[in-house]
């Protein structure tokens, strides 16, 4: 499978990203795939204007040139996608909500035929994140696995390492063997 990872922290290698290498190593003892990787705070992503060019030109292209051109390319071809985030204010983080934007281009092509794994790291909620995904999901076909991990216990207030959240690091390594099997 191709499989593109969206990484929404701008915290490099900490729950999210744990979160969705758990899914990879799953994935990579099960199959050969092209993984690639987008760690969106690094790249210059700029928000959707609303001019909906991309819904009049005959190529549905976005009119602003930036770092997204590098992922839409590679979501085109992607089998799996992959988005992990941690819950900012009951979404998913700006960086990541900004990519999420920038794909009304691509909505014209339709999403049929992918499948979207979508991680959440969170303290307290992470239902109005993953409602929004559900609610699409049907509308686009596309093929969703959400994953929540709550990095925090609300018994001693404090955050939790998210090595300390076995269940759920089980649960991603899990759901990426499901997935190379199921591709
Ligand atoms: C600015 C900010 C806003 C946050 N908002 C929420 C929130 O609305 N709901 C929640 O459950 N957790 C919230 N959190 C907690 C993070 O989602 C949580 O710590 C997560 O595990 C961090 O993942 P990361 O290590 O991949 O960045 C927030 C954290 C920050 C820094």
């Given at each position: 499978m191709n499989v593109i990872v969206l990484h929404g922290?701008?915290?490099?290698?900490m729950n999210s990203d744990t979160l969705a290498g758990e899914l990879l190593r799953g994935l990579a003892e099960t199959g050969d795939h092209e993984v690639k990787h987008f760690y969106v705070n690094e790249m210059n992503i700029r928000p959707c204007r609303g001019c909906l060019i991309c819904a009049s030109s005959p190529t549905h292209s976005c009119a602003i040139d930036d770092d997204m051109g590098i992922i839409y390319d590679a979501y085109r071809g992607a089998d799996l996608v992959v988005w992990a985030s941690p819950m900012y204010w009951g979404y998913i983080t700006a960086q990541l909500k900004t990519v999420q934007d920038r794909m009304e281009a691509l909505a014209f092509e339709g999403f049929d035929g992918k499948t979207s794994a979508v991680l959440f790291t969170y303290n307290h909620h992470y239902e109005s994140a993953a409602n929004m995904f559900r609610r699409i999901a049907p509308h686009f076909h596309i093929d969703l696995h959400v994953l929540a991990c709550r990095t925090y216990d609300p018994e001693t207030k404090a955050s939790l390492p998210i090595e300390a959240c076995t269940k759920e690091l089980s649960e991603a390594y899990t759901l990426g063997r499901k997935l190379s099997e199921a591709g």
């Open positions: 922290s701008p915290r490099k290698g």
